[in-house]
């Protein structure tokens, strides 16, 4: 199955543990920076909180975690398509921060969920883990000559 359409992702890429790693360490900072923001009201450590903004990066920071738990290729496309959420997140409130700002978000808010959605991505693209199809033709040229 393609991940978002994209059929040459990496698969065993030899830094996989790290990007696993990479996602779960996101995920704790985005649920920490989601709770935080929700029990202290107005700025945390500078950056201006509001309700949509801590709910998203809960949801978010959760998703990450479990996709870092499960560690298999679903956990790489639950990162990949969080990231790409979070990236959309970050456009929409880009484009709507000084006219209808519906999720309530700054610059700062914004620039966090591009980084958590670049970090995201990275980990759900180059999380995958299976046999390659070149790797597999490379030891059994012809699969049909089986007995």
Same mark, same amino acid.
């Given at each position: 199955? =393609? ?7 990496? %698969? ?9 790693? %990479?996602?779960? %360490?996101?995920?704790?900072?985005? +649920? ?18 509001? +309700? ?6 809960? +949801? ?31 456009? +929409? ?14 610059? =700062? ?9 670049? =970090? @995201? ?17 490379? *030891?059994?040229?012809?699969?049909? @000559? *089986? @007995?």
């Amino acid at each position: 199955m =393609a991940m978002l359409g994209l059929k040459t992702l990496p %698969v065993n890429h030899h830094l996989h543990p790290l990007y696993r790693v %990479v996602g779960a %360490v996101v995920g704790l900072l985005l +649920v920490a920076l989601g709770i935080a923001g929700l029990v202290v009201s107005g700025t945390f450590l500078g950056v201006p909180t509001s +309700v949509p903004f801590c709910a998203v990066c809960v +949801v978010a920071g959760v998703l990450m975690i479990l996709a870092a738990l499960q560690g298999r290729n679903a956990g790489a496309e639950i990162n990949a398509y969080t990231g790409a959420l979070l990236m959309v997140l970050g456009l +929409v409130g880009l484009l709507t921060r000084d006219t209808a700002n519906f999720l309530d978000v700054s610059m =700062a808010n914004i620039i966090i969920w591009f980084v958590a959605g670049w =970090a @995201a991505l990275a980990a759900g693209f180059y999380g995958r883990v299976g046999e390659a199809t070149r790797q597999r033709a490379a *030891r059994d040229p012809d699969p049909s @000559a *089986r @007995a």
